[in-house]
């Protein structure tokens, strides 16, 4: 499994693609949090949090993740190589698992600059230092879990076709489905809003913004991974029948 991840790893740095989503990813969250006049503005908001981050960041991934893992499978499927993947000494798991892992890890190290944010912050508050970095350090939590479902459903969606941009609408599709779309049904279900509401993962990642870690959270978001990633393997079952 090591080797996927290495390979997966080196074909985002060996071309432009994992330079690409990092910068994509850092300039278009420091454009809306510290250049343009809207809510997600951290200078207008005249509070030393990292609220807007974490409210922006999970509709940027939803599009960014799947440009990632769009090309994971489909890619292999399209020159051919596939067949020639799943013969290798390796288990359709290890398979699944390095992909997924190599995507994962690239998101992060998109993640990690961000940090400094949490500095930025901390010494524009009044008192300096005034920060809440229970719920901080909570949101970041919640958006590793985050990337993880991300991740395993674009992995699933790049079994699905050999055109990378069909994987990448569909996969774009169920993570806003999964992130937005239960909350949105919600509001149409007064009654039923907080059983509805429980079924997406924006009500999981806001629970863990408020710098609880709830065993409930962890094991909705882990979940959705495995799920994504049983039905990957499914897929490729499927296939290699």
């Given amino acids: 499994m090591k080797s996927i991840i290495l390979r997966e790893i080196k074909s985002f740095f060996g071309s432009p693609i994992g330079y690409l989503v990092i910068a994509i990813f850092l300039i278009s ?25 974490f409210t922006l960041t999970p509709w940027i991934l939803i599009f960014l993740i799947p440009a990632v893992t769009m090309r994971s499978f489909s890619d292999e499927k399209k020159q051919g190589t596939l067949e020639l993947l799943l013969t290798k000494p390796l288990s359709i798991w290890e398979i699944v698992n390095g992909k997924f892992l190599g995507s994962f890890f690239l998101i992060i190290l998109a993640i990690i600059p961000t940090f400094i ?31 993880a479902s991300y991740s395993a459903i674009g992995i699933f969606t790049s079994t699905l076709s050999e055109n990378q941009i069909v ?11 999964f992130y937005f779309g239960f909350e949105g049904l919600a509001s149409l279900v007064p009654g039923q809003s907080n059983i509805i509401s429980a079924f997406g993962m924006q009500d999981h990642f806001k629970s863990m913004s408020r710098g609880v870690i709830d065993t409930r959270d ?24």
């Fill in 117 to 147: 944010y949490v500095k930025v912050i901390s010494s524009l508050g009044l008192p300096e230092g005034n920060i809440d970095m229970g719920s901080t350090i909570g949101s970041y939590f919640g958006l590793l879990f985050l990337i």
């Fill in 218 to 241: 962890v094991i909705y978001f882990l979940s959705i991974s495995v799920l994504f990633l049983s039905f990957t393997v499914y897929q490729l079952k499927s296939f290699k029948a």
């Fill in 167 to 177: 994987a990448f609408i569909i996969a774009v599709f169920l993570c806003f489905l």
């Fill in 29 to 53: 969250n420091g454009l809306f949090l510290w250049v343009f006049k809207s809510d997600y503005n951290i200078l207008d908001t005249g509070y030393a949090d990292l609220t807007p981050f």
